[in-house]
């Protein structure tokens, strides 16, 4: 049986992963506890899938699940349709779910114009624009963490309504709280310390793959202290008497041991996402969406973002996978 991958939910309550994926012919989204010391083995395959929207913050439904919907409101508002409210079974319908293999979409434009928050994506703090009633009543009141954060030995700043499960989701090393606002100031704080402060507000894959193997010693955390009480003192002489934002004296949180034991002496090999590629193994460590697994004497790791939307199969036995060669040269 072939699945779709939809994404990682990090538990910030008891640090589980739960991998959730969904199925073509299902409406229902399937979970799977990622847990330190298990086996996962993955087959890639060539489609895409839409991976559906999101309803509210905490609810995403399959594009399937949306079209049934879809279809029980068109029948509601057209007394002469004689249209039966069935499943979505024949290949037809399966079939558009597919997207273009050429195009880096995660859904279908109805699911993308249906999902209640993707103002977030845009917003940098100018004006707002909500996409939705709900998205406006998430974002007005005053809960908007702003946050610093080391990723892959690079410094960042970032907004969020999920704190400490955001850190998770990024891979954090150290983090600390500096401020909480309503959404819209929160994006203006964001951008006023990543321009005064030189601090980034991405950190890309490449850069947390390229810097997996860091480990964080004394000397970085005096760093990560230094920056954050300086950002403070900042921010605490310029909005001191703000109404709506309160700074908040940082306190630095070691998230480093979260995420299992990455080997610091030995290299992880890099599998890329692609058609017809596999990988598996033991489960050693999982950091923000970045997966390493231990096959025989061997590490790999794989973005597992990456595979957002790609359809996939479940495999009983490892893969042999081709880059033990270059392994075996380090060996």
């Given at each position: 049986?072939?699945?779709?991958?939809?994404?990682?939910?990090?538990?910030?309550?008891?640090?589980?992963?739960?991998?959730?994926?969904?199925?073509?012919?299902?409406?229902?989204?399937?979970?799977?506890?990622l847990n330190i010391g298990d086996e996962l083995n993955i087959s890639i395959l060539n489609r895409r899938f839409c991976i559906g929207t999101e309803t509210t913050q905490s609810q995403r439904i399959s594009c399937y699940q949306r079209r049934i919907n879809d279809k029980e409101k068109e029948i509601k508002s057209n007394y002469f349709l004689l249209t039966p409210n069935t499943p979505i079974k024949n290949q037809s319908d399966i079939d558009?779910?597919?997207?273009?293999?050429?195009?880096?979409?995660?859904?279908?434009?109805?699911?993308?114009?249906?999902?209640?928050?993707?103002?977030?994506?845009?917003?940098?703090?100018?004006y707002c624009n909500p996409t939705t009633k709900k998205a406006e009543s998430k974002c007005t009141p005053a809960k908007t963490h702003v946050y610093i954060t080391s990723v892959a030995d690079r410094l960042?700043?970032?907004?969020?309504?999920?704190?400490?499960?955001?850190?998770l989701e990024q891979g954090s090393d150290l983090a600390t709280k500096i401020a909480i606002a309503p959404?819209?100031?929160?994006?203006?704080?964001?951008?006023y310390i990543s321009k005064f402060?030189?601090?980034?507000?991405?950190?890309?894959?490449?850069?947390?793959i390229s810097n997996l193997q860091v480990s964080?010693?004394?000397?970085?955390?005096?760093?990560?202290?230094?920056?954050?009480?300086?950002?403070?003192?900042d921010l605490n002489k310029k909005y001191k008497y703000h109404n709506s934002i309160k700074i908040i004296e940082?306190?630095?949180?070691?998230?480093s041991s979260i995420y299992g034991s990455l080997p610091l002496n030995q290299p992880i090999q890099n599998i890329d996402i692609n058609p017809t590629n596999s990988?598996?193994?033991?489960?050693?460590?999982?950091?923000?969406?970045?997966?390493v697994t231990q096959l025989g004497k061997y590490y790999y790791s794989i973005n597992l973002r990456s595979m957002i939307n790609r359809e996939f199969e479940f495999l009983q036995n490892p893969p042999q996978i081709e880059t033990q060669s270059f392994l075996d040269q380090w060996f």
């Open positions: 049986m072939t699945y779709y991958f939809c994404g990682l939910n990090w538990n910030s309550e008891n640090n589980s992963v739960i991998m959730i994926y969904g199925s073509p012919n299902s409406p229902n989204f399937l979970r799977k506890k558009s779910f597919i997207l273009p293999d050429n195009k880096n979409y995660k859904q279908c434009f109805r699911c993308t114009m249906l999902d209640y928050f993707k103002c977030r994506m845009i917003c940098v703090g100018d960042k700043v970032g907004v969020s309504l999920r704190i400490p499960g955001r850190w959404g819209l100031e929160a994006r203006q704080l964001e951008q402060h030189n601090l980034k507000l991405q950190v890309t894959n490449k850069e947390k964080q010693n004394s000397e970085k955390i005096n760093t990560f202290n230094s920056l954050t009480n300086k950002i403070y003192d940082p306190q630095t949180i070691n998230l990988f598996g193994g033991k489960i050693i460590a999982i950091k923000g969406s970045i997966l």
